[in-house]
């Protein structure tokens, strides 16, 4: 197993669906600010715009949920993990119910237990890692046997503050968060050939 890992936990939009978020496009929209993440921007507003926020917010999540893809390779990883006897799970700064929902889309819904599923409504959302803590507490699993795979900074800095490894899957090859991860990847492909290089050196 990679590092060691016993414990997997990824991101869901972007990292195990086609990238499609248009998040800057999202906040130009709503006249949020461009420097801080959707829902921190919400906070800088007056209490009184928020709840409408949030609403617009939700709507724009699931509309996405409809054109969602699985990434390549991603449901042949899982796979691979679950017959390793690895836990996997989802930790998302979208809500639970979307997240369920999308997984049944793109047709890895059963990778999961639902309850291995967590969105911004059960724990701090990422960057905290309390998302993290939560899953490996269920798991008993130690943090140094987990890995965070995410493709943007706030998974990998999640994954650190736990004290998992991170791995970064980089879209566009920028490498710009590349110093948040222990491993930086182009494609889920790419963990799949390293399992199958480890096992086969077993
Ligand atoms: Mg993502």
């Given at each position: 197993m990679y590092l060691g890992c016993h414990a997997w ?72 993990l679950?017959?390793a006897?690895c ?54 699993t130690p943090p140094e046997r987990a890995v965070v795979v ?9 994954g650190?503050?736990?004290g998992a490894r991170t791995i ?13 991860a222990d491993r930086?990847i ?5 963990l799949?050939?390293h399992q199958?290089?480890a096992?086969?050196?077993?």
């Open positions: 936990i990824f991101d869901l939009d972007g990292t195990l669906t086609v990238p499609m978020h248009d998040f800057a496009g999202l906040k130009a929209q709503l006249g949020l600010p461009l420097d801080r993440d959707v829902l921190a921007g919400i906070e800088t507003r007056p209490e009184a715009e928020r709840d409408g926020l949030r609403v617009a917010v939700r709507a724009w999540e699931v509309e996405h949920v409809e054109n969602a893809r699985p990434a390549p390779h991603a449901g042949s990883l899982l796979g691979w679950r017959g006897g836990e996997v799970g989802i930790l998302t700064r979208n809500t639970r119910a979307t997240a369920l929902e999308t997984l049944e889309r793109i047709g890895l819904r059963q990778a999961f237990a639902a309850d291995d599923v967590l969105g911004r409504e059960c724990a701090s959302p990422k960057p905290s890692p309390a998302g993290v803590l939560a899953l490996l507490g269920r798991w008993g995410g493709d943007y900074v706030h998974d990998l800095e999640a650190r503050a736990a970064w899957l980089d879209h566009d090859g920028s490498g710009r968060f590349a110093g948040h930086v182009r494609g889920l492909g790419e799949l050939d199958a290089n096992s086969s050196q077993v």
